[in-house]
Structure formats: C-alpha cells, structure tokens
C-alpha cells in the first residue's frame, strides 16, 4: 500500500486567498506529480518534479505553482483563489521503477477536493 | 481528438457478471499500459498493467492490449459489488507521464 498523504482532504475558501495544498509521501520516491480532475473528466497533469529543486509544468496550464525542496514533500500553491480553480488535486509519486526506461508506476494520495467561493 | 477515449458509462450490471471496459489510443510510441481503479472520494489505485501487445491476467481480472487496433479492454469476470467504481485506462507517455482516459463508472448491484 502506497504512503502518500495529502492536506486537506476538504477546502473551501473564498476568492482571493491564498491557499497551499499538501503533499507527502514516505517511500522515497524520486518523482511527484500533481493532477486536476473535475467530475467525470480525465486527470490532467498541471506539475511534475523528478527531484529536489525541479520542477516542470505539465500539459495542462495552470496558475498553480509548486516547490520541491525536501524529497518527500511536493506542495501545491494558489496564490488567489478564484471559482475557476475548483476542483479535485491528486498527488502522486513515482519510483525510478522496473518499467522500461526507469520508468515507474504512480501511487496517488487521496485528494483535495477544493471549492472556491 | 484526444489521446485516449474511453466508453463513457456509466455501466450497470448485475452480481456474476462479466464485465468489458474498453479505451482506444492514438499514439502508436505507447507500450505500457495502466488500468486504474478509483472509488469514490479516494485516488486513484493500480489494478494491473500490460507491456505491449497481449493478454495479462490477476485474479477476476484480466487486461488485453492489441496494438494493432490500439484498442485496450479490462475485463472483470464473476464481478461483485466491491468492484463498483471508476475505472481509468491511462497509456504511460513519455517521461513516465500518464494519459488518462475519463473513465468508466461501474456499478454491480446484488
């Protein structure tokens, strides 16, 4: 079973905050990923990091920001919130893994379900 | 068009049955491929992957590649109602990026 955690699990926070959603994992895995899923749509990758100190936007722009300073820890920043951002964030990581390329498999946290008011 | 279209569901059956969830993807470079399983409220979880063209079985639970129509299936046999969930075919891109399908609801009733 993966150990990837994520805080808070539920927001809901008005227009122009700004907001910081968590991201942790236990197994050492060098590479971390953030998704954006809304109800009944694909998870999209909006940011990726295959270490400390970098980091990648995905294939989705987002206005989302991320910092990779420790390797276990891969937090999402909002700088203001607006209706717009709601959503579902996944967290996931990867270890550099047994599939071709070093490729690996992802292991998700739970999810923050955000609501922006 | 999108990289990986899935059966949209939702998809109702009944305890026993057997179940097919199907994706097709445009881009031949694909070679693994990632069936996941997600419940409501909760990450997605790895049920099984395959490498290339072919079959793969674990359990209930067996995943079919055919490159050649770049075509996926999962199919469930003797399904339960603890296999009510969304079930996500995601393609490994390049970079070990996913690309997901929008997933198939399943729902198995007693």
């Known amino acids: 079973e993966a150990d990837i955690y994520q805080t808070p699990r539920y927001l809901v926070i008005g227009t122009g905050k700004k907001i910081t959603l968590e991201c942790s994992q236990t197994?050492?895995?060098?590479?971390m990923y953030w998704y954006q899923q809304d109800p009944g749509m694909e998870l999209h990758l909006i940011h990726y990091?295959?270490?400390?100190?970098?980091?990648e936007k995905g294939d989705l722009s987002s206005e989302s920001t991320v910092s990779r300073i420790r390797t276990e820890h891969f937090p999402l920043t909002l700088e203001s919130a607006r209706p717009s951002h709601t959503s579902q964030y996944l967290c996931?990581?990867?270890?550099?893994?047994?599939?071709?390329?070093?490729?690996?498999?992802?292991?998700f946290g739970p999810g923050t379900r955000l609501t922006v008011l | 068009q999108k990289e990986v279209e899935q059966d949209p569901g939702p998809l109702s059956v009944p305890e026993g049955a057997i179940v097919s969830l199907n994706c097709t993807y445009s881009?031949?470079?694909?070679?693994?491929f990632m069936w996941y399983r997600q419940y409501s409220r909760k990450g997605p979880e790895l049920l099984m992957y395959?490498?290339?063209?072919g079959n793969k079985e674990d359990g209930r639970f067996t995943a079919q590649v055919d490159k050649s129509s770049k075509y996926i299936s999962l199919f469930i046999r003797d399904s339960q109602p603890s296999d009510s969930a969304t079930y996500l075919c995601?393609?490994?891109?390049?970079?070990?990026?996913?690309?997901f399908g929008q997933g198939t609801e399943l729902s198995v009733k007693p």
């Open positions: 996931a990581s990867s270890e550099r893994g047994r599939l071709a390329g070093g490729l690996g498999t992802q292991y």
């Open positions: 197994m050492g895995h060098d590479k």
């Open positions: 990091s295959y270490g400390v100190n970098s980091t």
């Open positions: 881009n031949s470079a694909f070679q693994y």
């Open positions: 395959t490498y290339s063209s």
């Open positions: 995601a393609p490994l891109g390049q970079g070990g990026k996913l690309i």
